[in-house]
């Protein structure tokens, strides 16, 4: 049957869906960019805006074909099954079965020769390619921080590890057609504590495997980072960028989202990797409207922000969330929230373009990832997205002379 995928959400739903893309297609079925017989809805349900995306993408597979049956996964299947319940789709996968997927929907039982085996539960989802030019892989699942805006470990459970030996054979085996591998996990710095060891330790493998092109880390939890793993920005393959969860620059926000660390280690982590490599790229999240948020809390992280000066900021606006603590609060102050928004939105497109300045007239190594217009696009190393009028092929590393600074990207030319 053809297949159609619509996924939503983290680097770590992109990873599970090409696993269960690679079980169909182990199993003879097509993937379907277009109108199929079987739709699978990977969802996230981080904030209000994803359940609300995920509801669209099964109406999107209702309209394009009303006969199809449809399968929803990921994370609104959890604590939302009768929300999807109600939109009339064929099967609801909680996320501790979703390895198990195309078991359930093609009916077929475990341990038969026909279906994928039940050998290693959540890490039996592995992959042996990845759609983009950058490959993600998947390393870590869970998380044990319990933030009180976030119904992430309600979900998803308790952290737990991939085995080094696995992680390093899928390095190996997509680095011979990826040029960039991306770890991601739900609480990456929690990686191999329930194991034995950290993810520092696997860094160091991996930056050691002869095919690696480049290693780029995903979201990063400040507390459960070890200082050691700054220390690697001096290898030429680690990517001198650092995405932290930061959301507040003020303490006692931060003590009401029941986050573990203060606002001086933030700025001592930021402080320590600008050491090693002044022009690391640092990134961030950032909610706006938190509910013990006020105006002297947010001119705060206004201030921090004005001291750390990310090169990008993803900026959420809370919405509360099942299963949490702030589930029933009820959101108000809606036009000093838009307010404090848009003034964050603004900063962070300053800081960006700022960041951006520094790059004018040096060269950044730039892997070729699409067309877009008459332009060949990539990511360099520190995250930014150059492009390039250059006809060089796609999925290389090319040194770029970078000559101008435009709206959220660069303009350059290959270096001769």
């Not at 290693?120 to 869970?142: E, V, Y």
């Not at 150059?386 to 590393?397: A, H, Q, R, T």
């Amino acid at each position: 049957m053809k297949v159609k995928f619509l996924t939503l959400g983290c680097k770590v739903n992109q990873y599970e869906t090409q696993g269960l893309k690679e079980q169909f297609l182990s199993l003879g079925h097509q993937i379907s960019p277009d109108k199929a017989d079987l739709y699978i809805i990977n969802t996230c349900t981080i904030t209000k805006r994803a359940d609300s995306k995920s509801k669209e993408a099964v109406l999107q597979a209702k309209r394009e074909n009303p006969q199809a049956k449809i399968a929803v996964c990921g994370c609104l299947a959890v604590l939302n099954r009768d929300f999807i319940e109600q939109l009339g789709v064929d099967y609801i996968i909680p996320q501790d079965k979703k390895y198990l997927l195309s078991n359930i929907v093609l009916n077929l039982p475990i341990g038969s020769k026909e279906t994928v085996k039940d050998s290693s539960g959540i890490w039996s989802l592995k992959i042996t390619n990845f759609p983009n030019h950058r490959a993600f892989i998947k390393i870590q699942d869970g998380c044990n921080n319990f933030c009180s805006f976030c119904k992430i470990p309600y979900l998803r459970g308790k952290s737990q590890s991939r085995r080094m030996e696995e992680v390093i054979r899928e390095v190996e085996k997509l680095s011979l057609s990826h040029k960039e591998i991306v770890f991601c996990g739900v609480n990456l710095g929690l990686y191999g504590r329930d194991l034995g060891y950290t993810l520092e330790d696997l860094v160091e493998k991996t930056l050691s495997l002869p095919l690696l092109g480049r290693l780029r880390l995903s979201s990063l939890e400040p507390f459960f980072i070890n200082k050691r793993l700054f220390s690697f920005l001096n290898h030429e393959k680690l990517c001198p960028h650092f995405h932290f969860s930061f959301q507040s620059g003020d303490d006692k926000v931060l003590h009401y989202m029941n986050k573990k660390e203060k606002v001086s280690l933030y700025e001592e982590l930021a402080n320590l990797a600008r050491s090693i490599a002044p022009d690391v790229a640092i990134s961030c999240d950032i909610i706006v409207g938190f509910p013990y948020e006020t105006e002297e809390t947010f001119q705060n992280t206004v201030r921090f922000l004005e001291r750390i000066r990310p090169m990008r900021m993803h900026i959420f606006t809370f919405s509360p969330r099942e299963n949490t603590p702030l589930w029933s609060i009820k959101i108000k102050n809606q036009k000093d929230i838009r307010k404090r928004y848009n003034y964050l939105n603004t900063l962070a497109k300053d800081f960006s373009s700022q960041y951006r300045d520094k790059f004018i007239g040096r060269t950044l190594k730039v892997i070729t990832e699409n067309i877009e217009g008459d332009f060949i696009a990539g990511h360099a190393e520190n995250y930014l997205e150059v492009f390039v009028k250059d006809k060089v092929p796609l999925g290389e590393f090319f040194s770029v002379k970078i000559e101008k600074n435009g709206q959220d990207r660069l303009f350059g030319s290959i270096a001769k």
